[in-house]
């Protein structure tokens, strides 16, 4: 007589298992299936294509009626199981309790809720069953429709695209920084929310849901940062949860799944599991080619055969037409490991290879995932592979001596793309002066007027000249901004603006960077230059940034901090001084020091202390001195006119004004100033970035001096008559430096390649352009003249750097 | 058998950024990659003592704020020239939260 074998969930798992049963032998069980969906099974995760319209559901079902009735399996659909008693060795349902000889729990996952206000509105939904599906496709039929899918997984991403495929408004809400972070590297990430956003869908990464809003229906989602997306629908595709309540409940084994050991026996003997339930080796399976696996080991074992599930690399793709990528094994960095980065801008392709001891242990892809097979046939069996080593990128047809081309940035610009911003040259004029007979940087420079000016964007010209003439032209030899990238800082900084770049990831991806997330030298470069192209803009990077700019102090040599409000041109008050020594009291201030910036310096302070140390020193209306910045630093100022007898103009009043309107901007290098009232020169302006000498009739402005590890005098940028134009050129000039100079260059450097001449030409004789400048200066400062002592203090920004994530000194104490 | 002392969620931690566990004998850094992998180790430069949660992170690897030397967040190796190495702690992931090894904690305080 046949036993008695129960299986509850008819999912894809079990539908395997019943399967491979049958094959082996058709009379050992006696098969009674259990499912709490009203069907029985079908192709799961096929329901993406359901969603998006390309089939139905009659076109993914796996075992219709009629098999499960050839096939002698007693059905029992629409019930959920809601009790093992392993003793009697019975389960019930409902209106069902039957016995079993041997009982195989198959409940796969239950969809994670994110526990936030108003998850149980009427509109918000998982992605896991065709009701799901059903409940969507109704949702999508109201015209003008808005979805929010929260979690940028594989699901998440399938569920919008198929609603956006259904004319939904689709908004995607991810944790991470970037999509599909289990699965993806960032710059990986970042192709595929490009691709997402150019079918129309709202990608926002590192989006935390605060809460659901509306009365019975969902009507909007809140996000922390304030962000409120409408929602007719949200779809929770945050995650799953093996499904082990039936299986806690009657006692067995559970960590975060249900335990099983190689058999698929569960703790409990008779009972066994399969499928996305089950924790094996403290591992959880999440995609159906390792269930598979578990289904054939099982049927062994339920047939008295020795049988073990030994788990092997698996790969995902995503189901989402036009965003072709893959990825399997471990993409992670480590010691021993190697990378292969190969990265093709123009036509949107990534590539990364994970090696370890000559092996493949894992692969990315985006754009170009045809050899995704054969590199995971290569991690599988794990052979060595460093005689192909040079071409292994290239995947298995490589046959020439392809390369990654070092000139795709420049291929990809189109004609009218500017490459000399100084003479309004395009891409297009100079491949038309090559075409004429320009074959060298020279005769570029002479007939097109190209790179003839501030010369930055020679290296630029010299691709583009390659790219026409292939090995005739020979590039000059160039210092790249670091071992990440070929480019240097000048194409670089051009790249960023022509290409119109908006993100480090972005950057990295499209100027073909040959790491995947760059390095303690071009992150903090790239992250300047995108604060200064695209003020108000760009979401600057504080991991980019070096500590002291992250924290708004120095770091001091024993991990403490140092604190140094602005004082505004060297000038203070009672007030403000009762204030830094109260502050100096109340923190044990170890050691307060005037500066050589005509300022005091608070050193030695906790970095717990900083954001309450602020916080007291604005209540007293100072704000940070950016004596950490590479930005505006101070403006030193002697007494003037007011007070001394040699004194022309009023040199206070003026740094004054300077320093208030160009505090909290970022540059380059630091930037420090000083107005002196008359030639005597007691502030020491002909030896700052840029220093001001009045004399009777004017202003001085002079620029390039330096005082630390060279030692250089100003030279004069020009006199102008009126304050106004003083403080108008002075940003100006700073504007120009902020766009030009390649990152830590201080003024003196950058003008001693681009010539003070050019200087001159940009702001002093072309009064339009000089005008131009300031006001791009002014918009930018509407977004950085911004107390960052203040945001910190009283508004929590970056609250995680001065509080621990865990304390255990005071547990111990007690 | 060892436990497992929840500390937190990932998200905690921003990306590529890092936060203290203080123990009663110093601090350990935990960082999160941006590949979501966290990694417990202790919060000083063998080089000068400089405190490693405030250098900047690129792949699994930390730069120290003071003097540059770059440590790998798998082995707390130096890499490049330098030489020296940092205690790391077993530390892990389990459905968004971070649990670190009690013996991390045990151990700090068994130092004395
Ligand atoms: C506090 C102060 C010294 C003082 O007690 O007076 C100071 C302190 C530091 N200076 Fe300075 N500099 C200070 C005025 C100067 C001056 C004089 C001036 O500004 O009038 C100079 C020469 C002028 C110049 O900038 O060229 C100066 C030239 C430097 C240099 C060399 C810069 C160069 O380009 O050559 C560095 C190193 C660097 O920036 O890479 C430096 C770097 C430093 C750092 C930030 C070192 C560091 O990276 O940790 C010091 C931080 C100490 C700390 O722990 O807080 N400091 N430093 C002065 C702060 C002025 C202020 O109120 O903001
Ligand atoms: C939209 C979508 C797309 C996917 N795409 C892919 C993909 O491209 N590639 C891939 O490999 N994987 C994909 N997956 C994952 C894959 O579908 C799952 O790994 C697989 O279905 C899990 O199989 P299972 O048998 O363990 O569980 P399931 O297939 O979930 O089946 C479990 C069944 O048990 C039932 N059940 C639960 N509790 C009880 C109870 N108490 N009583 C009775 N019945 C119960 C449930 O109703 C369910 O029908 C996708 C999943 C979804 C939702
Ligand atoms: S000169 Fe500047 S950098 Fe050097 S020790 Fe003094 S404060 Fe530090
Ligand atoms: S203390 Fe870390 S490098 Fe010097």
Redesign the pocket.
Known sequence: MSQKLIIIGAGMASGRLIECLIDADPNAYDITLFNAEPRGNYNRIMLSPVLSGEKTYDDIITHSDEWYAENNVTTIFGEAVTLIDKVAKTVSSKSHTISYDKLVIATGSAPFIIPVAGKDLDGVMAYRDLDDVNNMLAASRKPNANAVVIGGGLLGLEAAAGLKEQGMNVTVLHIAGHLMDRQLDPAAGYLLKKSLEEKGITVHTEGFTKAILGEEEVEAVLLEDGTIYPADIVVMAAGIRPETRLANDAGLRVERGIVVNDAMETSEPDIYCVGECLEHNDQLYGLVAPLYDQAKVLAKTLLGEPAAFTPVEISTKLKVTGCDLFSAGDFLDGDDREEIVFRDAVRGVYKRLILQNNKIIGAVMYGDTADGAWFLQKIKSGEDISDIRDTLIFGPNFASGADADPLAAVAALPLDAEICGCNGVSKGDIMAAIDAGSNTLDAIKANTKASASCGTCSGLVGQVLQMSLGDEFVLPERETVCKCTDLSHDDVRKLIVAKGLKTIPAAMQELQWNTSCGCATCRPALNYYMVCAWPGEYMDDGQSRFI?ERVHA????DGTY?V?PRMWGGITTPDELRAIADAADKYNVPTV???????I?L?GVEKEDLPAIWYDLNSAGMVS?Q??AKGL??V?TCVGKTHCRFGTQDSTGLGIKIEKAMWGAWSP??F?L?VSGCPRNCA?ST???LGIICVDSGYQVLVGG?????LLETELLAQVPTEEEAIELTQAFYQLYREGAQYLH?PYKWIAKVGLDWIKEQCVENLENRKALSDRFEYSQQFYRVDPWAERASKGVDAHEYTPLADFTKVAAE | MSNYIDIGAVTDIPIRAARLVKTMHGCIAVFRTATDKVYALDDKCPHKGGPLSNGIQHDESITCPLHNWVFDLNTGMAKGADEGSVRTYDIKLDNGRILINSDAIARAEAAE
Do not use: F, P
Request: net charge positive.
């Open positions: 002291n120095n770091i001091q040599k140092s140094v020091k005037v500066t050589g910036g005509q300022r310096d050193l001195g004596a950490y630093r101070t030193k290098a630091k420090k000083a020491e030896c700052k970035d330096a005082a630390g590890l060279d201080r």
